[in-house]
């Protein structure tokens, strides 16, 4: 079993609508969660991170964290065709080194 | 300028070639590292370096070797090449605990 699970996609959604991503992971000592956003042929970049658990929020972006239950999501709201991207969760347990899922493809249609 | 650069960008190589892909940074990190990623696999660590003096090695550093030739450059090598480090290869770097900033990546074929 991977310490991080995360669905591959792709996820295809229209422009406007609600998007969740998600993951598990197996790991009780990680503290940070991470999101990396990686566009087609770049490396990627950090869209957010939350410390334990609880809720984040960035603009149109929604981060949340249950520590109890293993599981992190990532919310996107009005999604828009430039969202289109993979997004990696990365949790750590604060070392630096990181922990990456595998990504989820998602693409917003107009 | 970008902040963390890799060479080359692509590179197609045969079995058996040594190779190396070199990372360079003007973020005055101290922390660098090499990833790979494969479809489905996602991103796995290779080597890390906390400063000049100190690397480490990852998940998967068989087949592998790296430099730490000064605190902004980081270079991974591939003694002798084989078709499964066919990948695409990040550095990135970062200043302490928390967020990694990445290079553009190296497209690597392994024919």
Redesign the interface.
Known sequence: QKEVEQDPGPLSVPEGAIVSLNCTYSNSAFQYFMWYRQYSRKGPELLMYTYSSGNKEDGRFTAQVDKSSKYISLFIRDSQPSDSATYLCAPTRGGNKLTFGTGTQLKVEL | DAD?TQTPRNRITKTGKRIMLECSQTKGHD?MYWYRQDP??????IY?SFDVKDINK?EISDGYSVSRQAQAKFSLSLESAIPNQTALY?C?T?E??????????TRLTVL
Do not use: T
């Open positions: 963390v922390r489905g696999l996602g991103l796995q660590l890390y990852g990040f990135a970062s302490g605990r928390g967020e990694q900033f990445f290079g553009p990546g």
